[in-house]
T-cell receptor, first 112, second 115 residues
Framework: GESVGLHLPTLSVQEGDNSIINCAYS??????FIWYKQESGKGPQFIID?????DKRQGQRVTVLLNKTVKHLSLQIAATQPGDSAVYFC???????????FGTGTKLQVIP | NAGVTQTPKFQVLKTGQSMTLQCAQD?????MSWYRQDPGMGLRLIHY???????DQGEVPNGYNVSRSTTEDFPLRLLSAAPSQTSVYFC??????????????FGEGSRLTVL
């Protein structure tokens, strides 16, 4: 079955530096990918998404890169701020949310 | 506009007890779903609904029942709670019935402990 994994359980970065969070997926039929942010005690929040026909998508301070050849996607956060401290996880969809696999998450710690 | 509202936020049950986790949304979203979140694991889909009167099983449906009598509400029932059902439960919605893409709107979660 599908598996989605993150490379590091915890990532510590200095405030102002850029952060890169990685995710690998196993199902080559996955056609839509999303990054979510989850703060402690709260529900996940949508950050950015990318379709399988794209390699890169940018938002405000965030960029998602998709490499379908190696089944890998990454989330880049520019100028990381204390408010970015949270758990980040990716999700891979294959034909909709009925067939979604979520990653286990990377905890981002921002050092002031 | 409250979004997705889950109640209760916290609940402790004894093995064998039953209870219902409530989920209500005021965004007129057609697709509603329930997930459980366990330490070291990604969110797992329990049940989902593409509209009133229609429900289907997700990845981990055993021990849970759902119904969808209205667009707004999607309760999750535990008929006979087991310690393995100790988890944080999230209700989530997508605007369109097909839920092929788009943002999944989550509630704040319901933390359930089964003793």
């Amino acid at each position: 079955g599908e598996s989605v994994g993150l490379h590091l359980p915890t990532l510590s970065v200095q405030e102002g530096d850029n952060s890169i969070i990685n995710c690998a997926y196993s199902n080559s039929a996955s056609d839509y990918f999303i990054w979510y942010k989850q703060e402690s005690g709260k529900g996940p929040q949508f950050i950015i998404d990318i379709r399988s026909n794209m390699d890169k998508r940018q938002g405000q301070r965030v960029t998602v890169l998709l490499n379908k050849t190696v089944k890998h996607l990454s989330l880049q956060i520019a100028a990381t701020q204390p408010g970015d401290s949270a758990v980040y996880f990716c999700a891979a969809l294959s034909g909709g949310y009925q067939k979604v696999t979520f990653g286990t998450g990377t905890k981002l710690q921002v050092i002031p | 506009n409250a979004g997705v509202t889950q109640t209760p936020k916290f609940q402790v049950l004894k093995t064998g007890q039953s209870m219902t986790l409530q989920c209500a949304q005021d965004m007129n979203h057609e697709y509603m779903s329930w997930y459980r979140q366990d330490p070291g694991m990604g969110l797992r889909l329990i049940h989902y609904s593409v509209g009133a009167g229609i429900t289907d099983q997700g990845e981990v449906p055993n021990g849970y029942n759902v119904s969808r009598s209205t667009t707004e509400d999607f309760p999750l029932r535990l008929l006979s709670a087991a310690p393995s059902q100790t988890s944080v439960y999230f209700c989530a919605t997508v605007p369109n019935r097909g839920a092929l893409t788009g943002e999944l709107f989550f509630g704040e979660g319901s933390r359930l402990t089964v003793l």
